[in-house]
């Protein structure tokens, strides 16, 4: 087993990323740590609450974290999830409160009690929580394996919608991806900070689109595929409309299957730089020389929602 910290603003794509990593026979999921970003805290926190209360899951601790970026007011991104990050879908009661400690310092005592490096942090929104651990507990750079971030984009691969028009090598704006953009001093910390990083960019998620196809295997779910595949088709309005994409991109699942099959992925070794600051380019990624972090380019797309349905199938019994 891989121990495995989700660090999430549920989020439509992030409630496929942690159902996932409940379903994962190799992963166990220690903890949820939230964050604002897609919606509010106490929102994202109620969700990752009702997450696992739908997978019968009261024994995983949420600790809520940073409300906000560092420094800057949050920007949600409800125009994509819903003004309740997940578009109506009524979720039952949550079974648990959340935890006493935040999510920093959550993050910094588990890495503190497990093994050296083999604690996994699965970071599913803003950089803030981990930005905050890091300035608790520097130590934390030599404790933590490997962290997988799903932020940015390199402008590799780019969707290309109906009629021609393409996807930007951001999501937000023409250069940034919502994460990295939503709190890019943060990103900025993480990126610098000595700890080892592999990114699913944008140019790996706008391979995993949602199409017909997928969600009517998603629906045929025990219990609760009318829902999950209700909420997915409302998700994927918003890239399909703005794109012409053939449906919703499965952004952060990419981040728990690299975790679980690295090998669906091909990646590169660079060192990435964040643009922060007001200016236009805000959150801008750029791949550098060095090999600090490890970016992955490419996924196996078939293979890769082979095992969330599996995973899926597993978490919702
Ligand atoms: C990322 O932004 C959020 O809206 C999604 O949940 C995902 O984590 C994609 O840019
Ligand atoms: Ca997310």
């Not at 609450?49 to 906000?68: C, E, S």
């Not at 999830?81 to 648990?96: E, I, M, S, T, Y």
């Not at 060192?271 to 490419?298: D, K, Q, Y």
Request: proline share 6%.
């Amino acid at each position: 087993y891989d121990c495995v910290i989700i660090d999430t603003d549920p989020g439509v794509d992030d409630m496929f990323a942690i159902l996932s990593a409940l379903g994962s026979k190799r992963l166990r999921v220690k903890a949820l740590t939230t964050i604002g970003g897609n919606v509010e805290l106490e929102q994202v926190t109620r969700n990752a609450l009702g997450i696992l209360a739908m997978a019968g899951r009261p024994d995983v601790p949420v600790y809520a974290g940073a409300a906000g970026p560092l420094s800057v007011p949050l920007r949600t991104a409800s125009e994509v999830h819903g003004d309740d990050g997940l578009h109506g879908l009524a979720l039952p009661a949550p079974l648990a409160q959340p935890g006493r400690w935040s999510a920093a310092e959550l993050i910094c005592r588990t890495a503190r009690k497990c093994p050296p490096r083999s604690l996994r942090l699965a970071c599913l929104g803003p950089l803030t929580n981990v930005a905050l651990a890091l300035r608790l507990d520097p130590g934390i750079v030599d404790l933590l394996g490997p962290v997988v971030v799903m932020g940015g984009g390199f402008g590799t691969y780019t969707v290309q919608g109906q009629g021609g028009a393409l996807v930007s090598q951001g999501n937000v704006t023409q250069w940034a991806e919502f994460n990295i953009w939503a709190d890019a001093e943060a990103a900025q910390e993480v990126v610098n900070s000595g700890l080892e990083l592999v990114f699913i960019p944008l140019d790996t998620s706008h391979r995993t689109l949602v199409t017909e196809d997928r969600l009517v295997r998603i629906a045929g779910l025990e219990t609760w595929g009318g829902g999950l595949a209700e909420t997915l088709r409302a998700y994927g309005a918003w890239t399909r409309s703005r794109c012409g994409t053939a449906g919703g991109p499965l952004h952060d699942p990419n981040v728990l299957a690299y975790l679980e099959s690295p090998e669906l992925y091909e990646t590169v070794q660079a060192t990435v730089a964040v643009e922060a600051g007001a200016g236009p380019e805000r959150g801008r990624t750029t791949l550098g020389t060095g090999s600090r972090h490890r970016v992955a380019l490419n996924v196996d797309t078939g293979g890769f929602f082979d095992l969330v349905q599996q995973n899926l199938e597993m978490a919702l019994v």
